[in-house]
Antibody, heavy 123, light 112 residues
Framework: QVQLVESGGGLVKAGGSLRLSCAAS????????MSWIRQAPGKGLEWVSY????????NYADSVKSRFTISRDNAKKSLYLQMNSLRAEDTAVYYC????????????????WGQGTLVTVSS | QSVLTQPPSVSGAPGQRVTISCTGS?????????VHWYQQLPGTAPKLLIY???NRPSGVPDRFSGSKSGTSASLAITGLQAEDEADYYC????????????FGGGTKLTVL
């Protein structure tokens, strides 16, 4: 069965850095785009970033552009999010999610999600 | 302010039918992009409920259905059950500078 397991969350001071990881299993990782999505306490879902199946394309929400970097290692079936210059407003549960299949465009939605990892940025 | 607009809350009695709207614009839903719906039970990760406007993943009851027209989409839930009480989010894609994947603000469904 498909599993996505995030790790790397924790408490960090404003201006600090953190690297999140997401280990995937149960599907051909290299066939899918992957995304990070976050949810601030008591708030709604916010898409953060995606990466294409071969890492050729990445995209970011305006709120994290130039501070966050998404990457993946298909051999290790792992997704990463390097977060720098963290702010209090980055405090959230961060989910990794399986995005659409490569080559099929904007379809299928986020079919699988991890359990999330909490990032808390103290000011 | 979310790119896709949903009502903050809806409610219904057990057995009733409720609908949740998701209103976008010409840069997302109106541009022909697919709409997906997610259910989030308290303390859990979101779960895909409807994909590509009208399709249900395996295991999702047929009480849940989706539709799309113009710049809007809707989620309908019939035969409301207590376990349907959750937050519901729509999601689509956008060609503007706001970001290629966009969510609605979420709707809290209360089963009376």
């Amino acid at each position: 069965q498909v599993q996505l397991v995030e790790s790397g969350g924790g408490l960090v001071k404003a201006g600090g850095s953190l690297r999140l990881s997401c280990a995937a299993s149960g599907f051909t990782f290299s066939d899918y785009y992957m995304s990070w999505i976050r949810q601030a306490p008591g708030k709604g879902l916010e898409w953060v970033s995606y990466i294409s199946s071969s890492s050729s394309y990445t995209n970011y929400a305006d709120s994290v552009k130039s501070r966050f970097t998404i990457s993946r290692d298909n051999a290790k079936k792992s997704l990463y999010l390097q977060m720098n210059s963290l702010r209090a407003e980055d405090t959230a549960v961060y989910y990794c999610a399986r995005d659409g299949p490569a080559g099929l465009g904007a379809t299928k939605g986020f079919e699988y999600w991890g359990q999330g990892t909490l990032v808390t940025v103290s000011s | 302010q979310s790119v896709l607009t949903q009502p903050p809350s809806v409610s219904g009695a057990p057995g009733q039918r409720v609908t949740i709207s998701c209103t976008g614009s010409s840069s997302n839903i109106g541009a022909g992009y697919n709409v997906h719906w997610y259910q989030q039970l308290p303390g859990t990760a979101p779960k895909l409920l409807i994909y590509d406007n009208t399709n249900r993943p395996s295991g999702v009851p047929d009480r849940f259905s989706g539709s799309k027209s113009g710049t809007s989409a809707s989620l309908a839930i019939t035969g409301l059950q207590a376990e349907d009480e959750a937050d519901y989010y729509c999601q689509s894609y956008d060609i503007s500078l706001t970001g290629p994947r966009v969510f609605g603000g979420g709707t809290k469904l209360t089963v009376l």
